[in-house]
């Protein structure tokens, strides 16, 4: 499985968890090229829920106990996960684009609105993800 199948599969369990636990999708894959040059941001899902704009990035990773050596796949496993790629460029990214959609959408920007982190690991062997929610991770 590629990166960007991975990522799709990922922002998939990431929609279907949100909406068990009662978030309503608003918005996927929110894009916004910005003048002065060709740099593109993304939103993976913005949610909805007790009147809270939820801005969700998406970070997922998959492993194989199979093909790695054990060493190698604990480490992966245990040391840093999917939800520590969100650096300080990303979350400055972020910031961005929740009020650019915020103007898009003609919602106050002194509206509640927040930034989550959902982090997923995916094991391909057994086909379990475990998933991990942080909320307002970014601010």
């Known amino acids: 499985m ?6 799709n599969f990922g922002e998939k369990i ?13 918005d996927r894959n929110y894009s916004r090229k910005w003048s002065g040059g060709p740099q593109k941001g993304e939103i993976d899902i913005i949610t909805e829920k007790d009147k809270v704009i939820s801005f969700v990035e998406v970070k997922t ?26 650096d300080f460029r990303k979350q400055k990214q972020l910031i961005k684009l929740a009020q650019d959609w915020l103007v898009e959408k003609k919602i106050p920007l002194d509206s509640k609105w ?26």
């Open 2 to 7: 590629d990166l960007k199948k991975i990522g």
């Open 14 to 26: 990431a929609c279907y968890y949100l909406e068990k636990k009662g978030y309503k999708i608003l």
């Open 61 to 86: 990773s998959a492993f194989s106990g199979g093909f790695m050596p054990a060493r190698l796949n604990f480490a992966r496993q245990n040391f840093g996960g999917p939800e520590d790629r969100v």
């Open 114 to 139: 927040q930034i989550d982190v959902i982090s997923i690991k995916i094991d391909l062997n057994t086909k379990k993800a475990k998933i991990r929610h942080f909320k307002n991770a970014v601010f």
